[in-house]
């Protein structure tokens, strides 16, 4: 499942492998294709717009720590968004 | 852990039976959807009822009725002519009565821009007052997952959703926009047409199958469903000492098997996920023919590869039994020497040396360069004996199930 929706982000990633840091100017082509990558999953555009904000603001000037690439970083920003839209935790029944 | 465990505990109310009510439009995987939470819920030892108050569609009770008799679920319904409320109600009674502990209520697909069904929705939910309302959704619809299920949550008032033929969707609109546009969490995935395949829905291991890094955790539980540890660790001894046979190899690919596709698996394992369509289908052939194979070995050869080493007859009766050319039995039976090998040497921390001869996958092209298999050094004037008349390969043959 996700197939389609998988490949766009690996694409979307690339852009930032080899930089030294999370910056506006390379986050933006990154972003540009993440956004790309939802509309054609389908997903809903006011989902999107939020979504691609969020990790904006969550991404540029984060601390990459020592060890980790920004696109590893992106991709963690990025996981964190994605668990946040589909409910960030699992909801239980409620038995009687 | 399956469901509560990183969440809210479950509580029990003083009066059993809990009850679950399905909804959704036609053809969503209600019924279908019913079926699967029963026997999910029967797993985890709860005494489960199913009702079918779908009363429009042809056959709808009788699917329900074919469903609960798979997986020994008890299906109530009424005679013809009675009215899904009543149907309901006769169903809670009887739930109560019988203790049964949980209720599932399969409704009929309905629109949500149908008042008149609408309504009967809400009359059916006033009479059983559900703990729970699952509005089923059809994953390909993409987005409009979303604004149906916002607008059944308005009129009806449901509480999470169950997303099937999740499976198939190669793109996630539906899982992606449900949570923020409705509000409403779902709760299950169906994912696949078996009855096993639902999944309580996790989103972080969701967002994790998303990226690329595969669900172990999804994997570690089904795995420890199926496995008895005791036979894991028989199989551990064999492989350690090479005595790994036929018989073994059977087992292990039933247990697959009964995992789901090899596919499905195959993709849960990090980094796998671009696994090439073409390959898994072709390492599913083989496995096929491979059983094909072992179903035409006496016991005795299946616990003891080595006899067909020796003797070329008992390969060429396997090849016929089966519908393949000897060439195929030779290649399958080094394969497997191979293997039992690899696998020693790995179990003796020989490391990984990549990962020749591994039957069913690779797509058969391993083994054909005629390496000191036991099968070949034997092989002599077996192969010269054999008949010039060759078999269509894959022919069917009737064999008992193995």
Do not use: C
Not at chain 2, 183 to 193: D, L, Q, S, Y
Not at chain 2, 255 to 271: A, D, V
Not at chain 2, 321 to 342: E, I
């Amino acid at each position: 499942m996700f197939e389609e929706l998988s490949a766009r982000f690996e694409d979307a990633v690339k852009g930032l492998r080899g930089q030294g840091q999370i910056s506006e100017t390379n986050v933006e082509s990154a972003l540009k294709e993440v956004r790309r990558a939802l509309l054609e999953a389908d997903v809903s555009l006011p989902v999107v717009k939020e979504f691609v904000e969020d990790v904006r603001q969550k991404a540029v000037g984060a601390e990459v720590v020592r060890g980790v690439s920004p696109d590893q970083k992106f991709i963690q920003v990025v996981h964190q968004q994605l668990v946040d839209v589909m409910g960030g935790g699992q909801f239980p029944f409620v038995f009687s | 852990m399956l469901w509560g465990g990183d969440n809210s505990p479950l509580f029990s109310a003083e009066i059993p039976p809990t009850v679950v009510l399905m909804a959704g439009l036609q053809g969503a995987g209600k019924t279908t959807a019913t079926a699967k939470l029963g026997l999910h819920l029967k797993d985890q030892g709860r005494k489960t009822l199913m009702v079918a108050a779908d009363v429009y569609r042809p056959a709808a009770i009788d699917q329900l009725k074919t469903l609960g008799d798979q997986i020994d679920i008890e299906v109530f319904s009424l005679e013809s002519g009675a009215k899904p409320e009543e149907i309901a109600a006769a169903g809670l009674e009887k739930a109560r009565n019988e203790n049964f502990d949980t209720l599932i209520v399969d409704t009929a697909g309905r629109l949500q821009i149908d008042l008149e069904m609408m309504e009967e929705m809400v009359r059916i939910k006033s009479v059983v007052e559900p703990d729970e309302i699952l509005l089923v959704v059809d994953s390909m619809i993409g987005q409009e997952a979303a604004e149906l299920t916002r607008s059944f949550h308005e009129k009806v008032g449901i509480t999470g959703a169950v997303l099937t033929k999740l499976d198939g969707d190669s793109r996630g609109g539906a899982a992606l926009s449900i949570r923020k546009i409705s509000g409403k969490p779902i709760k299950f995935i169906g994912t696949g047409e078996k009855v096993e395949a639902l999944q309580p829905f996790h989103p972080e291991r969701m967002a994790g199958r998303i990226l690329g890094m595969g669900d172990v955790l999804t994997l570690v539980e089904k795995a420890q469903k199926e496995v008895e540890i005791a036979d894991a660790e028989e199989m551990q001894k064999k492989l350690q000492e090479a005595t790994f046979d036929f018989s073994d190899f059977v087992k292990q690919m039933r247990l697959i098997k009964r995992m789901g596709s090899l596919g499905g698996l195959m993709k849960m394992i990090p980094g796998m996920n671009k696994i090439d369509d073409g390959m898994l289908k072709s390492g599913e052939e083989q496995l096929k023919r491979i059983e094909a194979m072992i179903s035409s070995m006496t016991p005795d050869e299946r616990n003891n590869p080595e006899l067909l080493a020796a003797q070329p007859s008992r390969r060429r009766r396997l090849a016929f039994g089966s519908g393949h050319t000897p060439s195929d039995v030779d290649k399958v039976l080094a394969d497997f020497q191979k293997m039992r090998g690899f696998m020693k040497q790995m179990s003796s921390g020989g490391g990984m040396p990549g990962m020749p001869g591994m039957p069913g996958l690779g797509g058969g092209s391993s083994g054909i360069n005629g390496n000191a298999g036991p099968a070949r050094i034997s092989r002599g004037g077996g192969a010269s004996n054999a008949p010039k008349r060759q078999r269509p390969l894959k022919k069917k043959k009737g064999f008992g199930d193995l």
